[in-house]
């Protein structure tokens, strides 16, 4: 089993930064990819970024390329998504997620992963 317990959420004004964590717990062999992901009211959950835990390797979303950055801290064992350039089409809840293993196509499915946070709301006023 695994818990993720999602933070740092809040309101902001376009152009500002945030940093989310997620702090996990429970078998470390069940979180080797961490990923992030949103959805938005009245629109489906989407993928934002993922971090395979013991390589580093990232995975974004297009429309967040370049203003997100994903990392993780081994001793802590929290994954971070630092957020700039926030937008206003950023708004909505954020979720962590956590799987053993998935190849790199299946990253970016929501589908993959068995193990989920209960969300942060990031708000992003215009």
């Known amino acids: 089993q695994v818990q993720l317990v999602e933070s740092g959420g809040g309101l902001v004004q376009a152009g500002g930064s ?28 989407e993928f934002v970024a993922a971090i395979r835990w013991s390589a580093g390797n990232t995975y974004y979303a297009d429309s967040v390329k370049g ?38 196509s ?8 068995d193990y989920w946070g209960q969300g942060t709301q990031v708000t992003v006023s215009s």
């Open 106 to 113: 299946g990253v970016y499915d929501g589908g993959q992963y």
């Open 67 to 104: 203003r997100f950055t994903i990392s993780r801290d081994n001793v802590k064992n929290t994954a971070y998504l630092q957020m700039t350039s926030l937008k206003p089409e950023d708004t909505a809840v954020y979720f962590c997620a956590a799987e053993s293993s998935i190849f790199d």
């Open 18 to 45: 945030l940093r989310l964590s997620c702090a996990a717990s429970g078998r470390s062999s069940s979180r080797n990819i961490m990923g992030w992901f949103r959805q938005a009211p009245g629109k489906e959950r």
